[in-house]
Nanobody, 126 residues
Framework: QVQLVQSGGGSVQAGGSLRLSCTAS????????MAWYRQAPGKEREGIAR???????MYAESVKGRFTASKDNAKNTLYLELNSLKPEDTAMYYC????????????????????WGQGTLVTVSS
């Protein structure tokens, strides 16, 4: 059974940077889809970055060019570098992982066997 433990996050001023980590345990193979989501107060959860089993990354338009997702297979850890942060980036950030044929935010979010991290709060002040 896959488990995800998140770390990182915190409070920064606009323009600052943070790094989030998501360490997985119980992974039996690397054919795994891993992604980052966020949920701002009063808003729906949105997928913002994902890394598929081939290491291909995709980003939401809202974070493209500012956030970078990467995965260290040796450490079973997914990272998210957040740069040029804006107040509108304030949200709870979650990582998720699942064994899917198609690695998309929607499929990962809907899959019954997807594992979620505990969430970490990112607060960006102006």
């Amino acid at each position: 059974q896959v488990q995800l433990v998140q770390s990182g996050g915190g409070s920064v001023q606009a323009g600052g940077s943070l790094r989030l980590s998501c360490t997985a345990s119980g992974i039996t193979n690397n054919n795994i889809c891993m992604a980052w989501y966020r949920q701002a107060p009063g808003k729906e959860r949105e997928g913002i970055a994902r890394v598929d089993a081939d290491g291909i990354t995709m980003y939401a338009e809202s974070v493209k060019g500012r956030f970078t997702a990467s995965k260290d297979n040796a450490k079973n850890t997914l990272y998210l570098e957040l740069n040029s942060l804006k107040p509108e980036d304030t949200a709870m950030y979650y990582c998720a992982a699942g064994f899917l044929e198609w690695c998309t935010w929607g499929a990962l979010s809907a899959h019954s066997s997807t594992t979620w991290g505990q969430g970490t709060l990112v607060t960006v002040s102006s």
